[in-house]
């Protein structure tokens, strides 16, 4: 609408501090107010994220008015943003007040995080907001005002020069914008531009090296076992960040003697000495991280004041102490501190080597990112592959030679373990250094197996050695391929988070070492997950009868381990599997290499996972078990048939020597030794003799280089002992410390409280003085009070004493009054007769009566018309003043109650408060009970005088009523009855009065006399 002003809600979200450092996620900070849903660019999850962000909204002045009238917050959500997994989880909320919102620059404030949760707990994060007022003059402005972020690859802990209420300032804006790094390509290549292009030209060249730490195993807890090497663990590196780019060096796995080599991660800059000065003053010190995984172990500042002395060739080199994320306190020596070696140098380019060093270093930035990635990559890749290689497994089974097979020297058998490229997994761990890849009678099987089938080239020329390898093989022995592959597991109910593993080992099948399931998985409450690399094949010879008794009776014993970090493998349940249940399946026809034909049989089952504490169930394994026979293992006599003639000629040999005499022996045996067979025999047994010098010499080799590995092992664990035992001291040292410190305060304590002790019991003992003393005083003013009381009552008594003779004296009195007034009343009566007998005096007194009735009739007549008149003209007003009456009666009863139930509720509380006075107050009330007695005796005295006076009133009356009674004769009184029966009946049915009010009680006290007069 034209004319109205139109005014800007501005708030400006600067940044953040004390957040947790996650990798992978990312930060936003999400706010809807007015219908309008508004939100910042997504951030890294740092410790001190940098949004620059200002989030406006426009409104006239009557909505801004409004708001403010309702208090409308503004909410500001911060969100967190898992990049690996795609989740989304509210970190906290900071609520706005609009009413702080003001034309004027604000200074911005520090919120801190509501409602936080997980790793946000151990310290709230919080936001750096300032909420503007902007009035827009210009009326045709009508954009909509969105969020407006500053460029990604600003640093993460850049701040605002200036203070917040600058921001507003279009100038200042552009100050802090150019300041800011901004990457640049050129025909050169990458550089960071700092400053405005015109006035920043200069070259400049910032480099970071890392090149070693020391005492890093400080940052380690005690309690962990160094010399544990989890596969989990992805190993320890160094991490900064340069403008916003995050770096780190190569890992490395041994914190007492860290190898890795010195890198240097360079970057041009361009700029000129005043932004560097401003850049450097805004950015005091880079952050250099010690990581593990994503766990941050040891933080270290590395400040920049150096690099801006000269600003020529400057540099900022030494040890910098490492300090944990929770610790507060710096290290006391530097001898037991860890730290890092740190190097950075600012150098000025010169135009001469600007070019030479654009082509060698412009492109340093990202090569280290991307030398970064394959690092990474190389790592992952590490961590997947096996301690042992294929090699290794080969050179161990290479030892192992049958000398009645006649194998050739460098004749290497192939390892048929698994088929899965991984399986050195399943039976090399890590914990296992030094055992052999595959056991020996598997690799003697295989090789049989193998060459079963092919001509066996034997040169043994006596019956000893033909009969040796008879006797190595049964009769009726098969050659077995047994399969176990652990598929998954499921519905684990442990009551934890756990990393899992499975273990086991079957000795039968030619292989002592135990089988591991590797990596550990990670897995929860009924939850199921499948076990990687947990598929194990065994070759082995036996018999079918052998076979079956042994998995008969001996089962298959799988452990289920719960692998912690910080302490020694947990074992959580066992699951016993019958092997024998394979052999009751269905066979399957296979065909072999050989030609020839075997059988599969295979079964899948599902078992339970017994607690190894208790005998309950704690979940179910899925596992798969196969048997292949592979048919008979070949006799001796079958193979040399299938090879060439050679047995077979010295067999011959051997039997016609029988036949032959004695005396032909000698020429025999010369003969013999001149043949070929003999010779190539001789040579045989010569070339095992050195073969196995050689042997024993390899195998001595082997002990010594083991022996080597021992002693270095034995080294790095007593080195790793001396640390702990060290790191124990000190912990001993600083708890006996505190422990003394502790033991000096509760003495102290003690002390004091020994003092406050004496102190109360002598309190104690002087109010119990005092208390004691005035009791005493109470118990003998009571005493007194009694006595008193008791000379009062004694006295009181005596004179109701003489009140009681003075009454019957008094009684005596009345009734001689009363004998005299009866005399007196038969004297009048004898009298009145006597004057009523005669003529003229009753005549008289008739007329003087009727003379008076008349007058009197005449005053009241006159006086009852004029009050009837009046009453009339009353009559209607006295009804409406008596309904007010009775109205304003009405409330101010209601009033009165209330009154006299906060009165009631006074006097309440009052008593409560004088009930807490004891025994004062029963004395009191003892005593006002005497003076109630007291009184209640003078008020009988007093009564037995008004009762007399009344006797004496009502003869008086009644003598006066007699008289009257006498002069009035019988029609007046029946006329003055019918009078007031007649006012009576006519005041009741007017319905202003009752049969209580005065009025007509007095009309009924004259009705009743008069009717005592006529009677």
């Known amino acids: 609408m034209a004319g109205t002003q139109k005014f800007l809600v501005v708030v400006t979200i600067l940044e953040g501090r004390y957040f947790p450092r996650l990798q992978n996620h990312q930060l936003t900070v999400e706010t809807k107010f007015d219908g309008e849903s508004m939100s910042t660019d997504p951030v890294g999850h740092t410790s001190s994220p940098f949004f620059g962000t200002e989030l406006a909204w426009e409104m006239d002045k009557k909505a801004l008015h409004q ?93 605002p020069h200036k203070s917040g209420s600058e921001l507003s300032s279009a100038s200042e804006d552009e100050f802090h914008t150019k300041i800011n790094p901004v990457l640049v390509e050129d025909s050169e290549g990458f550089f960071f531009q700092i400053g405005p292009n015109k006035r920043a030209a200069d070259h400049f060249l910032l480099s970071l090296s890392i090149l070693y730490g020391k005492n890093l195993i400080q940052l380690i807890p005690s309690s962990a076992r160094l010399s ?8 320890y590196y160094f991490r900064y960040y340069i403008f916003d780019n995050e770096i780190t060096n190569m890992y490395f796995y041994d914190l007492l003697n860290p190898e890795f080599k010195p890198e240097r991660a360079s970057v041009r800059l361009r700029s000129n000495p005043e932004y560097l000065i401003n850049y450097f003053s805004r950015n005091p010190a880079i952050e250099i991280d010690l990581c593990c995984g994503q766990q941050v172990l040891g933080v270290a500042q590395v400040p920049t004041q150096g690099l801006l002395q000269k600003l020529g060739s400057t540099a900022v080199d030494g040890m910098f102490h490492l300090l944990m994320p929770n610790q507060l306190t710096p290290w006391d020596s530097d001898a037991v501190a860890p730290a890092v070696s740190v190097t950075i140098t600012l150098r000025r380019l010169s135009q001469s080597t600007e070019t030479q060093a654009s082509k060698s270093k412009s492109n340093e930035m990202t090569v280290d990112r991307e030398n970064q990635g394959k690092r990474e990559d190389g790592q992952a890749k590490e961590k997947n592959q096996p301690i042992y290689s294929i090699k290794s497994i080969e050179e161990n089974i290479k030892t192992v030679v049958l000398d009645d097979e006649g194998q050739k020297l460098g004749e290497k058998p192939h390892s048929t373990y698994d088929s899965n490229p991984n399986a050195g997994k399943d039976i090399l761990n890590q914990e296992e250094i030094g055992k052999p890849a595959e056991p020996v009678s598997t ?101 079918p009868k052998m076979l079956r008794d042994t998995t008969t009776n001996t089962p298959l014993m799988v452990e289920v381990w719960h692998r912690d970090k910080v302490s020694n493998d947990v074992l959580m349940g066992l699951a016993q599997i019958s092997l024998a249940e394979v052999l009751q399946c269905d066979k399957q026809k296979i065909s072999l290499s050989t030609g020839s034909v075997g059988y599969k049989q295979s079964v899948k089952r599902t078992t339970h996972i017994t607690s190894s504490s208790e005998s309950k169930r704690i979940g179910n394994l899925d596992i798969i078990l196969e048997l292949d026979d592979l048919g008979e293992v070949l ?214 009566m009727l003379t008076l009735e008349k007058v009197e009739l005449q005053r009241k007549l006159d006086a009852t018309i004029k009050s009837k008149q009046h009453y009339k003209e009353q009559w209607s007003e006295a009804l409406k003043e008596l309904a007010r009456l009775r109205e304003r009666e009405r409330v101010n009863e209601k009033t009165r109650l209330q009154k006299q139930a906060r009165e009631l509720e006074h006097l309440r509380l009052r008593y409560l408060a004088q009930e807490e006075k004891g025994v004062m107050k029963n004395d009191k009330n003892e005593l006002e009970t005497l003076k109630e007695e007291i009184k209640s005796l003078a008020t009988s005295i007093r009564q037995t005088g008004h009762k007399t006076q009344e006797l004496s009133t009502e003869l008086k009356e009644k003598q006066k009523k007699q008289a009257i009674a006498a002069e009035v004769n019988q029609e007046e009184l029946e006329q003055q009855i019918a009078r007031l029966i007649e006012e009576r009946d006519t005041l009741m049915s007017a319905g202003a009065y009752t049969v209580d009010d005065k009025i007509i009680r007095e009309l009924d006290k004259n009705i009743r006399d008069t009717l005592a007069r006529q009677a």
């Open 228 to 235: 544990e090497k989890n596969p989990s663990v992805a190993g």
């Open 67 to 159: 708001h403010r009238m309702q208090r409308t917050p503004i909410k500001l959500q911060c969100i967190v943003e898992d990049l690996s997994i795609g989740t989304r989880e509210v970190a906290g909320y900071i609520m706005l007040d609009l009413r702080m919102a003001q034309k004027k620059p604000q200074k911005a404030i520090w919120y801190p995080l509501l409602s936080t949760s997980g790793n946000y707990k151990k310290r709230k994060p919080e936001l750096q907001v300032m909420m503007t007022l902007e009035s827009e003059a210009n009326e045709d402005n009508e954009n909509n005002f969105t969020a407006q972020p500053l460029p990604k690859y600003l640093h993460k802990n850049q701040k």
């Open 635 to 848: 006799k001796p006599d079958t193979t040399a048939s299938r090879s060439s003639d050679v047995p077979s000629i010295a067999a011959n040999a051997h039997n016609q020597t029988d036949t032959y005499n004695h005396s032909d022996v000698d020429q025999f045996e010369k003969h013999y030794r001149e043949t070929p067979q003999y010779q190539a025999a001789l040579e045989l047994e010569i070339w095992k003799e050195k073969q196995k010098d050689l042997f024993l010499a390899e195998l001595k080799k082997k002990e010594e280089e083991y022996m080597r590995l021992m002693a270095q092992e034995w080294k790095q664990r007593d080195s790793e002992r001396e640390i702990l035992v060290r790191k124990k001291v000190d912990e001993y040292t600083k708890l006996t410390d505190k422990l003394k410190t502790s033991i000096a305060d509760l003495e102290k304590r003690e002390r004091q409280l020994t003092l406050g002790e004496n102190e109360l019991s002598r309190l104690r003992d002087e109010i119990q003085r005092e208390l004691q003393l005035k009791l005493n005083e109470m118990n003998e003013a009571s005493r007194r009070f009694q006595e008193d009381c008791e000379h009062r009552v004694t006295l009181e008594r005596a004179k109701v004493l003489d009140l009681e003779e003075q009454k019957q004296k008094l009684f005596a009195d009345l009734k001689e009054a009363e004998n005299r007034y009866r005399e007196r009343e038969s004297d009048f009566d004898k009298y009145k007769n006597q004057q009523n007998s005669k003529p003229e005096a009753q005549l008289r007194a008739d007329i003087n």
């Open 443 to 543: 690799a003697v099987n295989q090789y049989l197996d193998e060459n079963n089938a092919k001509a066996t080239t034997s040169v043994l020329t006596g019956s000893n050695q033909y009969q040796a390898i008879a006797a190595r093989i049964e009769q009726g022995q098969h050659h077995y391929r047994f399969t176990i592959d652990l598929r998954t597991i499921r519905n684990l109910n442990v009551g934890f988070y756990c990393n899992c593993f499975l273990r086991y080992t079957y000795p039968y099948f030619g292989s002592s070492s135990p089988i591991i399931t590797a990596p550990p998985i990670e897995i929860t409450r009924n939850m199921e997950a499948r076990l990687p690399n947990s598929h194990c094949t065994f070759n082995f010879a036996c018999t």
